[in-house]
Each structure stands twice: as structure tokens, then as C-alpha cells.
């Protein structure tokens, strides 16, 4: 499992950036991010190239989809078909080559890195396979990181912290380090972490990959409750009986999205 924290890990990679950016300042809170009643995710023509010129191998192809607030959506596909090119695109971690994307209202085509990043951690509460949890702080210091040079006062920080604990369930585990929680334990931690901020979207990356399947069905019932809560969830998998807890499912395949009647006759 790749640990990360903030002086000695490696940073590449999409989740390392993410981790860079939670201790980065967050200027408003995420309720401010979002426009009134546009959704929280339109994506119109989205195509996504490796390499330039002659070179370039187009990998998503056309991608329109569109995620109202309150949604609950899955986006599920095999190896290879294009999962997390697109989830790094909805997540602002990359950019599409073409095609037009609008992240509550705001047109992430507009903006440079340090915009893509603000906007990203306002908006945004990210959820990994592999929890991504830093190794030396407790439950509770892991969720306050998000608000950690978001200007939140130490107290409170410990407070909104304890109190995302306890809504995850973790009340009893606050003081914890990760390497004293199970990987369910582990996983509803960073789902609290996630949540803190009340972000506009909850973006989950194969969020029950590294755990056993009672473990996993427990993170599908947190998905659940935070789903009646009102969140916003997209959730990426592979696997048909996570995403059937979704309560909407598109299928990519080859880098294309499918309604469930239309991937019927799609080759595997
Ligand atoms: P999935 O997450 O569904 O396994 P990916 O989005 O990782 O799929 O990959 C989709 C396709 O894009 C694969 O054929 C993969 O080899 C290719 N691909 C992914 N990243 C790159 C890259 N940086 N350069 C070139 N091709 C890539």
C-alpha cells in the first residue's frame, strides 16, 4: 500500500497530487463552489488523446454525461476501458483534449493549474482503493488535515473532525493510528476526511478494491446513508455488484459510455 506524508513521500502520481493539495489553503467553503440547481458534473464531447500529432492514441471518445446534484451514479468498466483516464478528467486532475466540462457551472477548460487545484478542493472529496492515509497521524488528525490552512480555527478543526468520525461510525477510534485500524476502519476514515468539507461531489476510485466483501458492503452502506443525505456521489469499479448500489450505472467501454440498454450489444 503507498503511504504518503507530507515530508518524505514520493510525490507523482494522481493521488500523491491530491495529498499535496489538502494541506493546501481551501478560500471558500464547497457550498460556495456550486451554482444553484446546474449539475454538479456536464461533460459534452469529451475526448482524451496520449501523445501529440501523428502519435496521439485517443482513449476517451465523445463522453457526454451529465450528474445532477443528489445523484448517486456508477461508471464501470473493465481493465483498460478508460476508468480512471475519465475520472482523473471529472476529478480536474487532467484535462480533456477536446470537448467541454463544467464542474458546478465552472468551465475547467478556463482555468490554469492553481485554479484547476482551488477549484478542485472546494469541490471535491476524493475516496481511493488504497485510502491513501497518512501513516503517523491518528483518525482524527487525517480528517482535519483538509482543514488544516483552510483557515479553521484549531478547535473547531478537532471538532468537525471528531464529529465526521462519529458519522462514519469511528467515534470510539478517533486517537488511531492507521496501522490500529482495519481496512474498513481505514476506508471510512478517509471517506470522513472526504466529507469534512462538505464538498460539492464525493469521487470514489474502486473505494472497496483492498477490502474483503463484509467490509466492502459496510462502505456501500456509508455510500448509502451519505446518498439519503444528499451527497453527490460518482463511484468508479469494475465490479457489478458494487456499482448495482449505485442507483444510476453507465458502462465505458473502449473509452465510450453506454446506457445499460445500449452496452448490450458491445462486445467485452
Ligand atoms: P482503466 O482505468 O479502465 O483500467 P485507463 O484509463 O487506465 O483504464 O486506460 C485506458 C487506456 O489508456 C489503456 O489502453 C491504457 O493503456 C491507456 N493509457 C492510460 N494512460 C496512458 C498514458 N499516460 N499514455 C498512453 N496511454 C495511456
Not at 489538502?22 to 449539475?39: I, L, R
Not at 471538532?159 to 481496512?183: C, I, N
Not at 474483503?212 to 459496510?218: I, L, N, P
Given at each position: 500500500?503507498?503511504?504518503?506524508?507530507?515530508?518524505?513521500?514520493?510525490?507523482?502520481?494522481?493521488?500523491?497530487?491530491?495529498?499535496e493539495?489538502?494541506?493546501?489553503?481551501?478560500?471558500?467553503?464547497?457550498?460556495?463552489?456550486?451554482?444553484?440547481?446546474?449539475?454538479?458534473?456536464?461533460l459534452?464531447?469529451?475526448?482524451?488523446?496520449?501523445?501529440?500529432?501523428?502519435?496521439?492514441?485517443?482513449?476517451?471518445?465523445?463522453?457526454?454525461?451529465?450528474?445532477?446534484?443528489?445523484?448517486?451514479?456508477?461508471?464501470m468498466?473493465?481493465?483498460?476501458?478508460?476508468?480512471?483516464?475519465?475520472?482523473?478528467?471529472?476529478?480536474c486532475l487532467?484535462?480533456?483534449?477536446?470537448?467541454?466540462?463544467?464542474?458546478?457551472?465552472?468551465?475547467?477548460?478556463?482555468?490554469?493549474d492553481?485554479?484547476?487545484?482551488?477549484l478542485?478542493?472546494?469541490?471535491?472529496?476524493?475516496?481511493?482503493?488504497?485510502?491513501?492515509?497518512?501513516p503517523?497521524?491518528?483518525?482524527?488528525?487525517?480528517?482535519?488535515?483538509?482543514?488544516?490552512?483552510?483557515?479553521?480555527?484549531?478547535?473547531?478543526?478537532?471538532?468537525?473532525?471528531?464529529?465526521?468520525l462519529?458519522?462514519?461510525?469511528?467515534?470510539?477510534?478517533?486517537?488511531?493510528?492507521?496501522?490500529?485500524?482495519?481496512?474498513?476502519?481505514?476506508?471510512?476514515?478517509?471517506?470522513?476526511?472526504?466529507?469534512?468539507?462538505?464538498?460539492?461531489?464525493?469521487?470514489?476510485?474502486?473505494p472497496?478494491?483492498?477490502?474483503?466483501?463484509?467490509?466492502?458492503?459496510?462502505?456501500?452502506?456509508?455510500?448509502?446513508?451519505?446518498?439519503?443525505?444528499?451527497?453527490?456521489?460518482?463511484?468508479?469499479?469494475h465490479?457489478?455488484?458494487?456499482?448495482?448500489?449505485?442507483?444510476?450505472?453507465?458502462?465505458?467501454?473502449?473509452?465510450?459510455?453506454?446506457?445499460s440498454?445500449?452496452?448490450?450489444?458491445?462486445?467485452e
Amino acid at each position: 500500500m503507498e503511504l504518503l506524508t507530507p515530508s518524505s513521500a514520493p510525490r507523482h502520481g494522481r493521488h500523491a497530487r491530491v495529498m499535496e493539495e489538502v494541506t493546501q489553503p481551501v478560500t471558500a467553503p464547497a457550498s460556495q463552489a456550486s451554482s444553484d440547481n446546474c449539475p454538479v458534473v456536464s461533460l459534452r464531447g469529451i475526448n482524451k488523446s496520449y501523445g501529440e500529432g501523428a502519435l496521439a492514441v485517443p482513449i476517451l471518445h465523445d463522453i457526454d454525461l451529465q450528474v445532477e446534484q443528489g445523484e448517486y451514479l456508477a461508471i464501470m468498466g473493465p481493465s483498460g476501458s478508460g476508468k480512471s483516464t475519465l475520472m482523473n478528467i471529472v476529478g480536474c486532475l487532467d484535462v480533456a483534449t477536446s470537448g467541454t466540462y463544467l464542474l458546478s457551472g465552472t468551465d475547467v477548460s478556463q482555468l490554469d493549474d492553481e485554479g484547476l487545484s482551488r477549484l478542485r478542493n472546494r469541490t471535491i472529496g476524493f475516496v481511493f482503493q488504497n485510502f491513501n492515509l497518512l501513516p503517523r497521524e491518528t483518525a482524527q488528525e487525517n480528517v482535519a488535515l483538509p482543514m488544516l490552512y483552510g483557515g479553521v480555527p484549531r478547535s473547531e478543526r478537532i471538532d468537525r473532525a471528531r464529529e465526521a468520525l462519529e458519522h462514519v461510525g469511528l467515534g470510539d477510534r478517533v486517537d488511531f493510528l492507521p496501522t490500529q485500524l482495519s481496512g474498513g476502519q481505514k476506508q471510512r476514515v478517509a471517506i470522513a476526511r472526504a466529507m469534512v468539507m462538505k464538498p460539492s461531489l464525493l469521487l470514489a476510485d474502486e473505494p472497496t478494491g483492498a477490502l474483503d466483501t463484509a467490509s466492502g458492503e459496510q462502505i456501500m452502506e456509508l455510500f448509502q446513508e451519505l446518498s439519503d443525505s444528499g451527497a453527490t456521489i460518482v463511484m468508479i469499479t469494475h465490479e457489478r455488484s458494487i456499482a448495482d448500489h449505485a442507483h444510476r450505472l453507465v458502462f465505458i467501454r473502449d473509452g465510450r459510455l453506454y446506457t445499460s440498454e445500449e452496452v448490450e450489444g458491445v462486445a467485452e
